[in-house]
């Protein structure tokens, strides 16, 4: 998939936001309070969970070669192309949670009347609207963003350059003080 969404664990305040705003996004009403009175309320298709003193939101990463469609007997869990996200197809789920056995992120859930799955659509109808998904809206310290797959990577090869540079630099500047250290016929050798 050519875009996901990314979590910077540092920013994340365990507020839950993004799991509100999830349910919110998911329910008949698409409006907080009227939300609160359906029945079955609304779940959310991200967790924010513990782990030491960090939290971290946990959604579907949307695998290439997703295990939870490969296992699938009925073909509920699907992709329509290969830059799509796995979505459900909630009336052909017959509720086998073969799914949630092979998830490797344990992401995905029993809907609340137990007959059918649910897990993170990446809110695709938003996409489709050119709007971000609704736990990135939600987000109020940015830890999470939708990216472009290359634009993680580039990041990433930026802030290694960087590192790189940081440490030579800082080598030349202990050879410098050595050098200095030594007398100033040391720098001439």
Do not use: N, Y
Not at 40 to 69: F, K, N, S, W
Not at 73 to 99: F, H, M, N
Request: with cysteine; aromatic share 2%; charged share 25%.
């Amino acid at each position: 998939m050519a875009r996901l969404i990314a979590v910077e664990i540092e920013k994340c305040l365990a507020c839950k936001s993004c799991e509100l705003a999830c349910a919110v996004a998911h329910s008949t009403a698409r409006e907080l309070l009227a939300a609160l009175g359906e029945s079955p309320r609304p779940r959310a298709r991200v967790t924010v969970m513990a782990a030491g003193e960090m939290a971290v939101p946990l959604q579907c990463r949307h695998c290439e070669d997703a295990p939870c469609i490969a296992i699938c007997p009925t073909g509920a869990l699907q992709k329509s192309d290969p830059e799509a996200p796995v979505t459900t197809r909630p009336e052909l789920c017959i509720g086998c949670k073969s799914c949630l056995l092979v998830c490797p992120f344990g992401v995905i859930s029993l809907s609340a009347e137990g007959k059918a799955v649910i897990k993170c659509d990446l809110c695709w109808e938003r996409l489709e609207q050119g709007r971000q998904p609704a736990c990135v809206d939600a987000c109020p310290t940015r830890a999470l963003r939708l990216c472009d797959i290359e634009e993680i990577a580039a990041e990433r090869r930026r802030s290694a350059a960087q590192e790189v540079a940081a440490g030579v630099e800082g080598r030349r500047r202990s050879l410098r003080a050595g050098l200095r250290w030594l007398g100033p016929d040391a720098e001439k050798e």
